[in-house]
């Protein structure tokens, strides 16, 4: 699966790309500072190791037409060791991340609709699920615009005094 942004291209991961990722990942996460990351957050380890996502998971990239990485998502095609929320009959995804550089580009809005797409090839896949932090507005309003709606019941904490909420998108 290939497909074309404004500039750029959402791809497949290649072994290359694991440690930039993973810098990319990290990056994006500890430079929101709605989201309170730091050096010291458990979660930056996870957000590093794309090798190990994509052990279970399909990692999906962006890359400007020169190579220059602008971030990935993790894409999961049903319940399974890197699923958080994902039941039967639906995919999910996670750790979707752009690059602070690239941001504004609508990267992170041709991520998500690769997952769209990628869900729409999973035989039996009726919808898409997420988890999201509260603070994560400008992703809270790319999964809203693209058709996601809350699903309150499906809130989690992770740890303690952190709830993640959850979002899913019909696929119909």
Known sequence: MT???SGFTVRP???EDHGPLGAITAGAYLGDP?????????YLEALRDVAG???DAEVLVAADEDGTLLGSVTFVSGPGPFADVAQAGEAEFRMLAVDGAAQGRGVGRALVEACVERAR???????LVLSTQPGMLAARRIYESRGFAREPARDWSP???LTLL???LELG
């Open 166 to 168: 959850a979002y899913v």
């Open 121 to 127: 090839q999973v035989p039996g896949c009726r919808r």
């Open 159 to 161: 740890v303690p005094g």
């Open 3 to 5: 497909t074309q942004g």
């Open 34 to 42: 709605l989201l309170g990351f730091t050096e010291e957050t458990a």
């Open 13 to 15: 991961l290649l072994a």
């Open 53 to 55: 996502r994509a052990a």
